[in-house]
């Protein structure tokens, strides 16, 4: 199933997880997200990452926030090439 980021904007947490899956060759939906809108706060959202912040990922059902936890999932389920040594 596809993969969806939301990030927004500036957001070096967000960068990290789009240089992973940059590395690692995957296709991936962006969904920019508008902070000056509020559209990390907008309720549809905050059900994704009640946290509402950037990133956060959707790989078909599955939804997960954090940078580092988003990449260690991606090098898990993706392992080729690895990040980590
Ligand atoms: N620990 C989080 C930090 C995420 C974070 O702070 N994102 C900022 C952008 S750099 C954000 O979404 N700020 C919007 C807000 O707090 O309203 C991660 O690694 O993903």
Redesign the pocket.
Known sequence: MAIELYW?S?????WRVMLTLEVKGLKYESKLLE?SKGE??APAYLQLNPR????TLKDGDFVL????AIMSYLDRKYPEPPLFG
């Open positions: 927004g500036g957001s070096p947490f967000a902070f990390n706060k509402g912040k950037v990133p926030y954090e940078s580092l």
